[in-house]
């Protein structure tokens, strides 16, 4: 039942939190090869070794469009084609617009939009790019974020940054549906990642104890693997005839 099998499958922000989760996800579902990109270069070798031999790793900064050209243009030359972009590197600690539109950093604003906005839009155009030039149909996913779509509103360049994640995957798939080629966006609620516990100023477990009572679904909490679950499907040909959708994976997450 492996659903990636012969599968070429970049994700950025690999190194960490979601993009980590599904790049073992996606290594168990037999993808030939799993391409790590991220910033932080230690801690992805890391990652891509214990994953094992279908797994590199290749330091790209997503800002930057040419390392974002070349991420995908050595994966193509490495391993013939480009199936599977997962864009899923995001930050959230650069925001200082935490309450009100009054505060609004307008300075830090930018740096959080070219991580959050500049580099997702960099990498649905680079993949989608390599994609039509291989022949492949490809599956492009990215993600957006719970707060784009609930009353959280905070912080608010962040979900700013976020909602537009869900722009962009209604705007690319009209343009890439003539390719083949599906553009959709998963939208985790929160999770105890470093980002989210350098955001809280606490530890995973704080993280869960802070917003368990917040979601509709009792019982448990979300977990990484349910959202790599979530990206799998989007990923796969589970999903043949989604496209420019938003995927919420939240337990029904109400702030
Ligand atoms: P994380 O901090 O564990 O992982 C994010 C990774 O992105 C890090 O490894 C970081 O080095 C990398 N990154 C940051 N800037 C980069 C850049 N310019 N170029 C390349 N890589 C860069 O956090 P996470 O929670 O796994 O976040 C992954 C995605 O999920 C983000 O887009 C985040 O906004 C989103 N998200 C997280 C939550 C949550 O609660 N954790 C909820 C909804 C959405």
């Not at 797994?55 to 490495?78: G, N, R």
């Not at 990484?224 to 040909?237: H, K």
């Not at 999903?239 to 994976?249: A, C, E, W």
């Amino acid at each position: 039942n492996k659903k990636l099998e012969g599968k070429v499958v970049i994700i950025t922000g690999g190194a960490s939190g979601i993009g980590e989760a599904t790049a073992r996800h996606f290594a168990d579902h037999g993808a030939q090869a799993v391409v790590i990109a991220d910033l932080q270069e230690e801690k992805g070798l890391e990652v891509a070794f214990s994953i094992g031999y279908c797994c590199t790793f290749i330091k790209c900064d997503v800002t930057d469009e040419q390392q974002v050209t070349s991420l995908v243009d050595s994966t193509v030359k490495a391993h013939g084609k480009l199936d599977i972009m997962f864009s899923n590197a995001g930050v959230l600690s650069m925001s200082s617009s935490e309450q009100s539109i009054l505060e609004f950093d307008l300075e830090a604003s930018d740096k959080l939009f070219a991580v959050n906005v500049r580099g997702m839009i960099a990498c649905v155009k680079h993949a989608a790019r390599a994609m039509v030039e291989c022949g492949v149909k490809g599956s492009i996913v990215c993600t957006s974020s719970a707060v784009a779509n609930t009353d959280a509103a905070r912080p608010i360049d962040y979900v700013l940054s976020k909602q537009a994640v869900v722009g962009l995957v209604r705007c690319a798939s009209r343009g890439l549906g003539e390719h083949g080629i599906r553009v959709n966006c998963v939208s985790p609620g929160p999770i105890g990642t470093p980002l989210m516990c350098n955001w809280m100023h606490t530890n995973a477990e704080g993280i869960e104890k802070a917003f368990e009572s917040m979601n509709f679904l009792k019982g448990g909490v979300l977990k990484l693997r349910n959202v790599a679950d979530a990206v799998l499907f989007l990923a796969c040909e589970d999903s043949q005839f989604v496209t420019g959708h938003n995927l919420v994976v939240d337990a029904g997450f109400r702030p």
